[in-house]
C-alpha cells in the first residue's frame, strides 16, 4: 500500500539521520494551527502549480516540519513515492525570532513608514514570518525544479542551508543557490505585489494610499525579509582562496545578485520601482545587518562588501556572472521541445 505524504517523509527523514516527521505536538495549540495552515497552504500550491517544460519532472512534492536540532531547509526525494520539501523546528523559531527583532527595530518602522502595534507578535511580525518562510519554501522547490537534485553525487547527500558548511562547495554549486534564489524571489514577487490586498488588513495600512506606496513597502519587505534570511548565515570572512570554495556564495555576493533578479522584475512588470530599489535597497540591507547582527555583525557584513570590491572580489563576481550566464542557458534544455 503506498504510504500517506506524512508517513513516508517520516520514513525518509529518519534514514537521513533525523528524528523524522514532527508532528507539531507539544506546542501551543494557536502554533501548532497557524503551522498547520501554512503547511496546508503550501502543499495546495504544489498540488495546483502550473507545468513548465524547462521544469525537471519531480515526484509529487509535500512540505512538512522535520524534528531535528539545527536550523535547516531541505529539498530531497525518497525516489519512489514524493520529493520532498523540509523545514527543521528550529529554523521556523529563528524566522519567528528574527521578524520579532525587525518589527520592533525602530530604525525599520520609520523607514517603512509603519505604525506597529506594541504586541510581542505584531502584524509586522507575521508578515516578514510570511515572506521569509515562502522564500525558504520557494529556495527548496527551486531545487527540485532546477533538477539539482539529480546533479547529487548520492542521494542521501543534503545541503546546509543555514549552517556553515565551510569548504565542501565550488561555483557550480554556488550557481545553483544563486538559481534558486532567482527563481523564489521571481515567484514571490509575483505573489505578494501581485496580492498584496490580502496582506493589508494585517499590516493597518491605508487602503486610500496611492499604489505607488504599496509597491515600496511590500518591495521593502521582499529585501529586508531576503537580507536577514542570508543573515541567518553567520556572515564569513571571505578570501581569494576559499570564496571559490563554499557551497553557497557569500551573503553580500547572494545579495547583489538577488538584487539584479529584483531589478530585472520590477523592470518589467513595475518599471517605476526599478530606480526606486537602486536607490533604497542598501539602506534597507545596512538597517536590517545591524538590527540583525549587531554592530560587531554588521562589520563582518562589511568586510564581505569591502572584498567584493577588491581586485579578488570583482573577478569572483566575474566568474559567477559568468558562469550563471551559462547556467540559465543549460537549465532545462535537455527537456525544452525543440
Ligand atoms: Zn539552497
Request: hydrophobic fraction near 45%.
Amino acid at each position: 500500500m503506498q504510504p500517506t505524504p506524512a508517513e513516508a517523509f517520516d520514513a525518509w527523514f529518519q534514514i537521513l539521520g533525523f528524528r523524522g516527521r514532527h508532528a507539531l505536538t507539544g506546542l501551543q495549540p494557536i502554533l501548532r494551527q497557524q503551522l498547520q495552515n501554512l503547511q496546508k497552504s503550501f502543499n495546495e500550491a504544489f498540488a495546483a502549480e502550473r507545468q513548465f517544460p524547462e521544469h525537471a519532472p519531480t515526484l509529487p512534492m509535500y512540505l512538512d516540519y522535520i524534528d531535528a536540532d539545527d536550523e535547516n531547509a531541505i529539498a530531497t526525494t525518497d525516489g519512489q513515492s514524493y520529493a520532498f520539501v523540509g523545514i527543521t523546528l528550529p529554523l521556523v523559531f529563528k524566522i519567528s525570532d528574527v521578524s520579532v527583532v525587525l518589527s520592533k527595530a525602530p530604525s525599520i518602522t520609520t523607514a517603512l513608514q509603519l505604525n506597529v502595534s506594541a504586541e510581542p507578535y505584531n502584524d509586522l511580525q507575521g508578515t516578514l514570518f510570511y515572506i521569509l518562510v515562502s522564500f525558504v519554501v520557494g529556495h527548496e522547490w527551486s531545487h527540485h525544479k532546477h533538477g539539482h537534485l539529480q546533479q547529487l553525487s548520492a542521494p542521501k547527500a543534503i545541503f546546509q542551508e543555514i549552517t556553515n558548511s565551510g569548504i565542501a562547495g565550488s561555483i557550480e554549486t554556488q550557481l545553483q543557490e544563486i538559481g534558486a534564489d532567482g527563481y523564489s524571489a521571481f515567484f514571490l514577487l509575483s505573489h505578494i505585489l501581485d496580492h498584496r490586498d490580502t496582506f493589508l488588513p494585517w499590516l493597518n495600512l491605508d487602503p486610500a494610499s496611492p499604489p505607488v506606496f504599496f509597491d515600496r513597502v511590500f518591495l521593502s519587505l521582499f529585501v529586508i525579509a531576503f537580507a536577514s534570511f542570508l543573515l541567518l548565515r553567520p556572515p564569513e570572512l571571505l578570501g581569494a582562496d576559499k570564496v571559490y570554495r563554499f557551497t553557497h556564495p557569500p551573503a553580500a555576493a547572494r545579495m547583489n545578485f538577488f538584487l539584479r533578479e529584483t531589478a530585472g522584475w520590477c523592470s518589467f512588470n513595475r518599471p517605476p520601482l526599478e530606480g526606486w530599489l537602486v536607490s533604497n535597497s542598501l539602506g534597507l540591507i545596512n538597517l536590517t545587518a545591524e538590527a540583525i547582527l549587531g554592530a560587531g555583525g554588521a562589520q563582518r557584513w562589511r568586510q564581505q562588501i569591502d572584498f567584493l570590491k577588491s581586485d579578488d572580489g570583482i573577478k569572483y563576481t566575474a566568474t559567477l556572472t559568468t558562469g550563471l550566464a551559462r547556467y540559465r542557458k543549460s537549465w532545462g534544455r535537455q527537456r525544452r521541445p525543440g
